[in-house]
């Protein structure tokens, strides 16, 4: 029995220490600051949320391969509750964040893919660490109920949330721009000019 005992112990203690490696107990600092301009490129979703990994990585690839772009930040832009709305009908665009790109190449990109501008926003901003998958789902469950507490105790509207996954930094920035309106979210839904 104590060896037994002994086996459930290290193996719960090596469970804890890894979810302590992806950020079961980071600390949620929320802060209030400008975020953007970012260059979007992206493509819409409807469905699962679990589905916009997909979309992010087949554009990383596309923007590797045949514009030879290499992005270091992907992002996901969540529109609605997942709580309040059934899976198959939420709404979400996912895709890359491009930097140093000259006006040119952004005019190229646009005829190949979705392309926005994220304009530059005062937003609610939660760093959280990213370390893998196991991080965004620790930070789904620990990073969503605090923003929302927040929102709700300032009273700044609902807005979409954006997730940025910076690889090289490992963190992944929740960032919900208060200060834009809803039609700006809207128009990357809508059909921007391919």
């Known amino acids: 029995?104590?060896?037994?005992?002994?086996?459930?112990?290290?193996?719960?203690a090596g469970v804890v220490l890894a979810l302590t490696y992806y950020g079961l107990f980071?600390?949620?600092?929320?802060?209030e600051k400008e975020v953007g301009p970012f260059v979007l490129v992206y493509d819409r979703h409807i469905g699962d949320y679990k589905q916009i990994s997909s979309i992010m990585d087949n554009l990383y690839e596309r923007l590797r391969k045949e514009d030879s772009i290499t992005p270091v930040r992907g992002f996901g832009l969540y529109y609605d509750n997942p709580k309040t709305t059934p899976s198959d009908q939420l709404r979400s665009i996912g895709g890359c964040i491009v930097d140093n790109v000259d006006r040119d190449k952004i005019d190229d990109l646009k005829s190949k893919y979705y392309v926005a501008i994220f304009p530059e926003s005062k937003s609610i901003v939660v760093a959280f660490p990213f370390k893998g998958m196991v991080s965004i789902f620790i930070g789904i469950t620990r990073v969503y109920p605090k923003l929302g507490q927040y929102v709700s105790e300032h009273q700044y509207p609902m807005v979409p949330v954006m997730e940025?996954?910076?690889?090289?930094?490992k963190k992944?920035?929740?960032?919900?721009?208060y200060e834009l309106r809803q039609d700006v979210f809207d128009a990357f839904l809508g059909k921007p000019e391919k």
Do not use: C, T
């Not at 980071?26 to 802060?31: G, K, L, N, Y």
């Not at 940025?164 to 930094?169: A, F, G, N």
């Open 1 to 12: 029995m104590k060896r037994f005992l002994l086996i459930v112990g290290v193996f719960v």
């Open 164 to 169: 940025v996954y910076d690889q090289p930094h």
């Open 26 to 31: 980071a600390p949620i600092v929320i802060e």
């Open 172 to 177: 992944i920035a929740y960032i919900a721009a």
